[in-house]
């Protein structure tokens, strides 16, 4: 780590102790986690040093749930690793889109894209040359399986990948979400362009560089954690949430304790309580040890 690095990332912890200081009075009760850039490193894998703090904080009676923009069926595999088999928990998916109990199945909570918003970002997506993904079932649907975008999503997810002819008319009316693909360079723009044809009816935000994702208007992940917190009979005092996408900053900002990853957008670390280390160096699991 360079020197100049190593200040700062100092100074962090400095600021992480004094804030701890003050949380160790409360109890943490619900633990919101998003997926890829929090508990993954940039190869995709979550490392045993993660695994065994995030365990045994449910031993110690802490509720785990897995909030990401992945379908439930994709999250399901790292809610196992993480010892949702034997503790239970939650997972919220879709970027809030459904909240569904781990052990029973049981969906709590289901919201789907107004199908008016759907022709608009086939035209935007079309028309830049983007490639458009969602999922049906168990499967990753798009018009380009090709597209280098979409075999992300289907390594994340562990979907297999159905190539449709026309993105209207071979998909169902009710989608979760959709998600146009692209260079990061394009997609703040396009965007933007999405957010206002959409005004009212949907959002559109960016969970990855290259993913646009564009669900029902209102709903996001704190939207589902707090009506998963009304379930449980909590508060949001009650909640710890970890994220570094602009999709994890509504439960960031929800939280008792937010924490962005070091390796979260600006956005995102200005939002939040405390700034973990990047992922790479098992950020999440270096706060949590403290926690």
């Known amino acids: 780590m360079k020197g100049e690095e190593f200040s700062v990332f100092r100074s962090q912890i400095s600021v992480f102790r004094s804030q701890i200081s003050v949380f160790r009075f409360q109890i943490m009760k619900l633990l919101a ?3 890829d850039g929090t508990l993954t490193r940039p190869d995709g894998t979550i490392s045993e040093r993660t695994i065994k703090i995030v365990r ?33 928990g939650y997972i919220i998916g879709y970027n809030g889109g459904s909240l569904v109990e781990y ?26 040359g983007h ?23 289907h390594q994340r997810n562990g979907l297999p990948i159905r190539e449709v002819s026309d993105f209207l008319h071979d998909l169902p009316s009710s989608l979760p979400k959709c998600i146009i693909t692209g260079d990061p360079c394009e997609m703040p723009a396009l965007q933007r362009e999405v957010s206002a044809r959409l005004y009212g009816i949907a959002d559109a935000y960016l969970s990855d560089a290259f993913f646009l ?6 709903i996001d992940k704190a939207d589902a954690l707090m009506r998963l917190l009304d379930h449980l009979h909590l508060t949001h005092e009650d ?10 900053m509504g439960m960031i900002r929800l939280a008792a304790l937010g924490i962005a990853m070091g390796n979260a957008h600006p956005d995102v670390r200005e939002v939040a309580d405390i700034v973990a280390p990047v992922a790479e160096q098992d950020g999440l699991a270096q706060v949590l040890e403290t926690l």
């Open 103 to 128: 052990k029973s199945g049981e969906e709590l909570y289901t919201a789907t894209l107004p199908a008016e918003a759907v022709p608009v970002v086939v035209e935007c997506g079309r028309r830049e």
């Open 56 to 88: 045994d904080l449910q031993s110690r009676g802490v509720m785990l749930c897995i909030a990401s923009g992945r379908p439930p069926l994709g999250i399901m595999p790292v809610a196992k690793l993480l010892g949702m088999d034997e503790y239970g």
């Open 213 to 218: 994702e564009v669900v029902r208007k209102g």
């Open 239 to 248: 909640l710890v949430a970890a994220g570094d996408a602009h999709n994890d």
């Open 33 to 35: 986690l998003d997926i």
């Open 131 to 153: 490639t458009m993904l969602t999922y049906v079932g168990n499967e990753i649907c798009t018009e380009n399986a090709l597209d280098p975008y979409v075999n992300i999503s």
